[in-house]
């Protein structure tokens, strides 16, 4: 395991929120690349909270300043951290005697943001496609190291170490944590994230899909009137030529592109968002034959991938070791082509148009307008096979960390079984499991997920 160094700490300010929390806004430095510390810089954002209690005499014990920390790491890829105030797990979290970092991930939020322009700036191409190659799990979690060194270089040796939390790739770099970096944690909690121990995507999207299509099923099976109000928004969306309507983000609104809505078809709730969104776009039709602007935009927000563009750079990567992923989801979808192809008899209800889930697709380099400046690096990276691993499965199996998971059998996004297998080959792992849960239970259902993880931890299991 390599050496990191802590990381340098350019400045730290802190303020009061509602709620009666304390937060500090951090800025660090951090190699942009470990493997070489002198070449390079990267400024990376965190926001890191406690409990602010005031007292009648002020006082400042060390053990109050010196809380154990519990480091969040945020899903994704590409996606940053809210503030404190906004998460409903940060007063459960502090309640129980932590103090929380939300770190902005490498390349998210302030943390030297990786868009369509700043990637540009690496230089040609090629490489830009090998600098993203320094955006993965591996990279993040060598930042935390050397942020957690930082934040407690003055802190005794018995509370160096720190806590994580992982929300869905969050849970992916918790496990690149556990296999290389272990001797920074002290405890792991893991909400539907159980990394697919797996070296390409191919049987991660081949059994995702299956998901997908049940996730249709109850869709339609709920609004059964939208098997017609789909093909209808098909049929004006192709009437004109396909992809002939500009989106207010400059982007075209393909058959595709709608099709991809059905990525909130995994959250709780996500049928009624998807329901509304279709709605309003037949109504539309029917009352004024186009699409008006708050429509357009509503479809607009359906996805993020051109304000994050590292969710779509590197999402089928995240998979990968030696293997390239070649558009593994665009692959994998031609198992299902009869379900999903886009041309189905408009007045046969048996047979609706599926839309996909979290898939990220080549087509999406011409449809997202920033996703379209970097279309020849997507195509690099998707045929690179140059990929280090993001997982060591000797180290998990004699791990000695504890690992707390939520773990929910519907998950549209993280197949369950997969992460089952992760499960079993994590020494010490314990698995809360429950088919009532979405994806994204910590936000949705946070007081119950919360509960029963902690519980894990807390009760005695026999």
């Not at 893991?190 to 995507?201: A, E, K, R």
Request: proline share 5%; hydrophobic share 35%; glycine share 6%.
């Amino acid at each position: 395991m390599s050496t990191i160094s802590p990381a340098k700490i350019v400045s730290q300010r802190t303020y009061q929120v509602a709620g009666k929390q304390q937060v500090t806004e951090h800025f660090f430095d951090v190699p942009k690349d470990y493997s070489k510390p002198d070449g390079g810089s990267l400024r990376l954002f965190a926001r890191s909270v406690k409990k602010h209690d005031t007292s009648v005499v002020p006082e400042t014990p060390k053990d109050k300043d010196q809380l154990p920390w519990m480091c969040y790491l945020q899903g994704g890829p590409g996606m940053s951290c809210r503030s404190p105030q906004n998460y409903s797990f940060t007063q459960p979290i502090l309640d129980r005697g932590y103090q929380l970092l939300y770190l902005d991930q490498r390349g998210t939020g302030l943390s030297s943001p990786v868009t369509a322009s700043t990637l540009q700036m690496r230089g040609v191409d090629e490489v830009q496609a090998r600098y993203l190659k320094l955006y993965r799990a591996d990279s993040i979690v060598k930042d935390c190291e050397a942020i957690r060194q930082a934040l407690t270089a003055d802190y005794p040796e018995e509370k160096k170490k720190w806590s994580t939390i992982g929300q869905s790739f969050g849970g992916f770099c918790t496990m690149s944590y556990l296999s290389f970096h272990p001797e920074g944690l002290r405890e792991c909690f893991v909400f539907g994230g159980l990394q697919p121990l797996v070296d390409s995507p191919d049987e991660v999207y081949r059994r995702l899909f299956k998901k997908v299509i049940q996730r249709n099923q109850t869709y339609y099976a709920k609004f059964s009137e939208d098997i017609a109000r789909v093909k209808t928004i098909m049929n004006y969306l192709s009437r004109f030529g396909d992809g002939k309507i500009k989106l207010p983000s400059e982007g075209t609104l393909t058959r595709r592109r709608f099709r991809q809505l059905g990525i909130v078809l995994g959250f709780h709730g996500g049928v009624d968002m998807l329901h509304e969104i279709v709605l309003k776009a037949s109504m539309n039709i029917e009352a004024f034959g186009h699409l008006t602007r708050p429509t357009l935009s509503a479809i607009d927000g359906g996805s993020s991938f051109d304000d994050n563009i590292l969710y779509a750079l590197i999402h089928e990567p995240l998979y990968c070791a030696g293997n390239a992923p070649k558009w593994s989801a665009h692959r994998m979808m031609d198992e299902y082509k009869d379900l999903f192809t886009l041309d189905k008899p408009a007045n046969d209800d048996n047979q609706p148009i599926f839309f996909t889930g979290e898939m990220v697709f080549p087509h999406m380099f011409e449809d997202y307008a920033e996703l379209r400046k970097v279309a020849p690096v997507a195509e690099m990276v998707a045929n690179d096979s140059s990929w280090p691993p993001l997982f060591d499965e000797e180290q998990l199996a004699k791990n000695e960390v504890p690992v707390y998971c939520a773990s929910y059998t519907e998950d549209m996004y993280v197949d369950f079984d997969l992460g089952m297998e992760t499960a079993k080959k994590v020494k010490g792992c314990k698995t809360y499991i429950t088919n009532v849960m979405f994806h994204d239970a910590m936000r949705s259902k946070m007081d119950e997920v919360i509960k029963a993880v902690f519980a894990l931890r807390d009760d005695l299991v026999e």
